[in-house]
Structure formats: C-alpha cells, structure tokens
C-alpha cells in the first residue's frame, strides 16, 4: 500500500512558478501510474495531469498543457509537478494519486491518495 506525502504549495502571484512533489512510502512505487487532481473552491475535483510508471506516457487537460509539466524519479519514490505560468483559476488543493496498471484521467481509478497541499495564485 502506498502512502503519499504531497509538498511545495503556497502562495503565488500570478505568473509565477512552483514545483509540487508527491512522496511515496512504498518500495513499488515505480510500478505506479501516478496522477494529478485539484479541486479548486466551490468546484468538483478535477483531472490536472498523469504519468505512468515509466515516465514515458503523460498527459494533461487541457487548460494546464504548455505551463504544466509532470515528472518523476522512481530512484527517490517522488512525483513532481512543475507549474509555470500560474493564473488565478489554478487556485485549488493540489492532490497526488496512485493506481496500478494503466493510465486514468478518473478519479475514481486511484485508490490511494495523499492529503494535499494548497496552491493560491492571487492576480
């Protein structure tokens, strides 16, 4: 079972930049698809961006594509999400998830999930 540990929100102008990093605990953490989700106030948890296990498949919706950009380093057990480029409609939780076997843009896929770090982009 993985446990992840989301880090590097904060607050930001508009943009701005910052690298969000997703720990896991688990010593399979490279068989993992790992996926990014936000919910954003008053709003539905929504899709941001995944990567699968070998970091050679990511996508992205398409509001994020071109400013965001997903990584990972399975030697370090780390996802990281680089956002450029902030605007004031990125403000939200910023999620890590993980699931097995293929990539999803569901929420509803990924079984575990970290607790969130808060990204505020003020204009």
């Known amino acids: 079972q993985e446990q992840l540990v989301e880090s590097g929100g904060g607050l930001v102008q508009a943009g701005d930049s910052l690298r969000l990093s997703c720990a896991a605990s688990?010593?399979?953490?490279?068989?993992?698809?790992m996926g990014w989700f936000r919910q954003g106030p008053g709003k539905e948890r929504e899709f941001v961006g995944v990567i699968n296990s070998s970091g050679g498949r990511i996508y992205y919706r398409d509001s994020v594509k071109g400013r965001f950009t997903i990584s990972r380093d399975n030697a370090k057990n780390t996802v990281y999400l680089q956002m450029n480029s902030l605007k004031p409609e990125d403000t939200a939780l910023y999620y890590c998830a993980a699931r097995r076997l293929q990539v999803s843009t569901h929420s509803n896929d990924y079984p575990y999930w970290g607790q969130g770090t808060q990204v505020t982009v003020s204009s």
């Open positions: 688990g010593r399979t953490f490279s068989s993992y698809v």
